[in-house]
């Protein structure tokens, strides 16, 4: 038998994540490394999931989503972004925000283009859009500020950029986009007629004050910006797998048609557990859960700097990315493993979020755990200092 598999398949290799969790599972460790939030699901969120499954609303929904959803959805973009939508074809329900973004990127996208994205990234992203033959161009943010100038954006155009992604806040370097670096992009969008992703799947994990601005809502941004969050995070529900778009009905309707073909649509009553909690719950329980990550925050990034691994303390989200240069083994990859063998505690390596050479000093903690977890993995981390 001489059969082969699709030229793609080397491009959806396993992740370095899944790598550091199957390693961290072999030596009994704490997986620091998943980006799964272990916080219990709000009671509204199961109740309204539970309650659709007695009623029957177990078949297919329409390949946009339930109404229900999208309507909370459109309640909640405008409550919380000041965003106006119509929940009637501008939002497409999907599974999960990366099942968005690769819908998106189907009807959007074309082999060949060129699509320009901040360096760290989110490795879904860049694996969509290799299996679908387009390109990433970076735009290199380092640390400690993570800043980039209208200059560097400029110097990746090619006559075949369609788009730029940006993920706010981000995943890992948890940077919030202020509004004048969020202009900066709009314009360069505007001059060059492209695409706006936005990833926004920590909204609500905001620290020190700081405010989440949809990038849609700068003038003239709606009508290029395709928005995409989802559940996983503030409702801590990963396996559901329920996310959306929201974005121009014409991209709208083509997402969702994308989205129908590859799975039909999200699983019917958990989108209706998703609409009770967007329902029910208010800023209070969004702000609750943001402070207890800030929280965690505080006393994860303290217990870094104590060893010796100084952390860039993310302004949202639930990662830190640490220095790890003091540390043996050359290259993020080694230095990660060291780190598991000596303290048990899983982290990702840095280079799964850059190309170049940055991310060599670097590696990724989650500290969105439950308080006994985290505190457990910030005692054995001590053990390095020993
Ligand atoms: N987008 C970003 C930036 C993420 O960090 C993650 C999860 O880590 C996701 C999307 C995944 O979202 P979902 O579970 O809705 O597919």
Redesign the pocket.
């Known amino acids: 038998m001489s059969l082969k598999v699709s030229k793609r398949r080397p491009l959806v290799a396993q992740s370095e994540i899944r790598n550091m969790s199957i390693e961290c599972a072999r030596v009994g460790g704490i997986n620091l490394a998943q980006?799964v939030c272990d916080l219990p699901v709000p009671a509204p969120v199961i109740r309204g999931a539970e309650e659709a499954m007695e009623r029957g609303s177990n078949i297919y929904t329409r390949f946009d989503g339930r109404v229900e959803l999208r309507d909370a959805i459109a309640a909640k973009q405008k409550r919380y972004a000041g965003m106006d939508v119509n929940p009637e074809g501008q939002v497409v329900v999907s599974a999960?925000?990366?099942?968005a973004f690769y819908a998106a990127c189907l009807a959007l996208l074309d082999e060949g283009d060129e699509v320009i994205v901040f360096e760290p990234y989110?490795g879904?992203h860049i694996v969509t859009m290799a299996s679908l033959g387009i390109k990433p161009v970076y735009v290199t943010l380092a640390p400690p500020h993570w800043n980039f100038t209208a200059e560097d954006l400029e110097s990746k155009v090619t006559a075949r950029t369609r788009a730029i992604i940006l993920?706010t806040p981000s995943?890992p370097a948890g940077k919030v986009f202020t509004r004048s670096e969020l202009q900066c992009i709009a314009d360069f969008a505007e001059a060059h007629d492209l695409f706006v992703f936005t990833?926004e799947?920590y909204e609500h994990f905001v620290f020190d004050g700081r405010e989440h601005i949809s990038p849609a809502t700068l003038p003239g941004m709606a009508r290029r910006t395709i928005t995409i969050s989802?559940f996983?995070k503030v409702f801590a529900v990963?396996g559901w797998r329920l996310?959306y778009a929201i974005c121009d009905p014409e991209w709208a309707l083509a997402i969702g048609h994308f989205n129908d073909l590859v799975y039909v649509c999200a699983p019917a009553p958990l989108q209706l557990g998703a609409a009770c909690g967007l329902r029910e719950l208010g800023p209070d329980y969004y702000q609750s859960v943001s402070d207890d990550h800030q929280l965690k925050r505080d006393l994860f990034c303290s217990t870094l700097k104590d060893i010796g691994l100084t952390p860039h303390v993310p302004e949202g989200a639930y990662y830190t990315l640490a220095d790890v240069t003091s540390l043996p083994g050359g290259n993020a990859k080694a230095r990660a493993l060291f780190l598991l063998e000596r303290t048990g505690v899983a982290c990702v390596p840095g280079s799964a979020f850059y190309e170049g050479e940055v991310g060599e000093g670097l590696v990724r903690f989650c500290f969105a755990k439950e308080m006994p977890v985290l505190e457990d993995a910030m005692a054995r981390l001590r053990r390095l200092g020993e």
């Open positions: 980006g999960g925000a990366t099942g989110y879904y993920n995943n990833d799947i989802g996983s990963t996310g």
